[in-house]
């Protein structure tokens, strides 16, 4: 049964940063590709990155890119997301994702 669990968020004011963590188990890590999407209040999920497999690939949205950042470690089985100069605007539970299964996601908050 594919299990995430991401971690890491909190509340940061404008400019800050945050680094996100989503520790994967119940299946071949290495094999896949993952993404991150948020979801802000009173709107549908947002695809923000994605990664390939082997990490040599990365893809992000217009909004977060120069900004945001995604990484991963396979032999910890762990995808991270690095966010810099984050905005009131990149409030929103963040999840990562394998092909359409998410974790319960983490709050983050941009706000003085």
């Known amino acids: 049964e594919v299990h995430l669990v991401e971690s890491g968020g909190g509340l940061v004011q404008p400019g800050g940063s945050l680094r996100l963590s989503c520790a994967a188990s119940?299946?071949?890590?290495?094999?896949?590709?993952m993404s991150w999407v948020r979801q802000a209040p009173g709107k549908g999920l947002e695809w923000v990155s994605s990664?390939?497999?082997?990490?040599?690939?990365?893809t992000y949205a217009d909004s977060v890119k120069g900004r945001f950042t995604i990484s991963r470690d396979n032999a910890k089985n762990t995808l991270y997301l690095l966010m810099k100069s984050l905005k009131p605007e990149d409030t929103a539970v963040y999840y990562c994702e394998k092909a359409g299964t998410r974790g319960q996601g983490t709050q983050v908050t941009v706000s003085s």
């Open positions: 119940g299946f071949t890590f290495s094999n896949y590709g």
């Open positions: 990664i390939a497999n082997g990490g040599g690939i990365t």
